[in-house]
C-alpha cells in the first residue's frame, strides 16, 4: 500500500513540478505540458482544416465591423501589456481574422492567433459592444493559454489512470473484474470529477479576462451580461455538472461581480 501511494504521489508531484506558469490578469497558476510550437503546429493545422469548408462571407460591411472590433481588442490588449512592463502572452501570434458563412451563433479563436466569427453571431449581437464581448472572451482562451492547460490537463489524467492500474496490478491485491470495474470508475471519475469542472473554471475566467480587454479597449463591459441574458433566453440550458461551459445564470452573476473590477483598467 505505501508503494502504492508513493506512486500516486510521485505523479502528483511532476504536475505540480510543471505548474510554473501564471494565467495573464487573473495570476492564477497552471500547469503546461506543451511548448508554443506543439500548440502552434496543432492550432494551424485546426485552422486549414476548418478553412477547407468554411465559406468568407460576402457581407463586405459586417466584415470590416467584425475586423475593426477584433483589431480595436488586439491592439488595446497588445498595448496593455507593453506599457505595463509584463510578459506579454500575445506576443508571437499571427492574428488572422474571418467572417463565416454560417447562421450559427458562435464565433472561436485558435491558440495561434486565427479568429473567426459566424454571420449569425453577428447578427444576433445588439451592438459592437455585445460583439466585442463574445471575441474578448475567445482570445482571452488564447492569451491565458487555455488550450495548452486542457491537453496538458487531459494527458496528467490520462497517465495518473494508468499509473494508478499498474500499481494496484503489481500487488497482486486486485482481481481483474475488480480492476475492470476500478478502470470504468476512474474513467468516469476523470471525465465528470476533473476535466468537465476544470473547464467550466476556463470558461469563467475567459469572461473574467474578456471583461478587462473591453474595458481596455473602450466597449461597455455592462453589455456582457445583458448579451447572455439573451443568449440564455434564446437557447436551451444544458445542466452545469454535464457542460464544459458554465450555466447561463453563473456566467451572468461573475460577470456582474466582475464589472467593477473590468472598469478599474478602462484607460490603460
Keep these: 500500500m505505501k508503494k502504492f501511494l508513493w506512486v500516486i504521489l510521485g505523479v502528483v508531484l511532476v504536475a505540480v513540478l510543471y505548474a510554473c506558469s501564471s494565467v495573464a490578469l ?17 492550432s494551424e493545422q485546426s485552422y486549414l482544416e476548418f478553412a477547407q469548408t468554411a465559406r468568407a462571407s460576402t457581407n463586405a460591411a459586417m466584415t470590416q465591423k467584425v475586423r475593426v472590433v477584433c483589431s480595436k481588442l488586439i491592439n488595446a490588449m497588445n498595448n ?40 449569425g453571431l453577428a447578427n444576433f449581437v445588439e451592438n459592437d459592444d455585445q460583439l466585442a464581448a463574445v471575441v474578448g472572451h475567445e482570445i482571452a482562451h488564447a492569451i491565458a493559454n487555455h488550450s495548452n492547460e486542457r491537453m496538458s490537463r487531459a494527458t496528467l489524467t490520462e497517465s495518473l489512470h494508468k499509473t494508478i492500474l499498474q500499481a494496484a496490478a503489481a500487488s497482486g491485491r486486485v482481481s481483474d473484474s475488480q480492476l475492470a470495474v476500478f478502470n470504468t470508475a476512474l ?23 474578456g471583461l478587462i480587454m473591453m474595458a481596455i479597449a473602450g466597449y461597455k463591459v455592462e453589455e456582457a451580461p445583458k448579451l447572455w441574458v439573451k443568449m440564455a433566453e434564446n437557447g436551451q440550458a444544458v445542466p452545469e455538472f454535464m457542460s464544459t461551459h ?13 464589472i467593477p473590477e473590468a472598469k478599474a483598467y478602462a484607460g490603460k
Design 80 to 119: 496593455y501589456f507593453i506599457n505595463s512592463g509584463q510578459q506579454n502572452p500575445m506576443q508571437g501570434l499571427n492574428w488572422h481574422i474571418d467572417l463565416v458563412q454560417s447562421e450559427e451563433i458562435n464565433a472561436f479563436c485558435l491558440p495561434s492567433g486565427n479568429i473567426v466569427v459566424y454571420e
Design 246 to 258: 458554465p450555466s447561463d445564470v453563473r456566467r451572468i452573476q461573475n460577470l456582474e461581480k466582475y
Design 26 to 42: 487573473t495570476g492564477r497558476k497552471q500547469v503546461l505540458l506543451y511548448s508554443n510550437s506543439d500548440i502552434m503546429a496543432l
Design 187 to 209: 474513467g468516469l471519475g476523470g471525465q465528470y470529477g476533473v476535466i468537465l469542472p476544470f473547464s467550466r473554471k476556463q470558461e469563467l475566467e475567459a469572461d473574467h479576462i
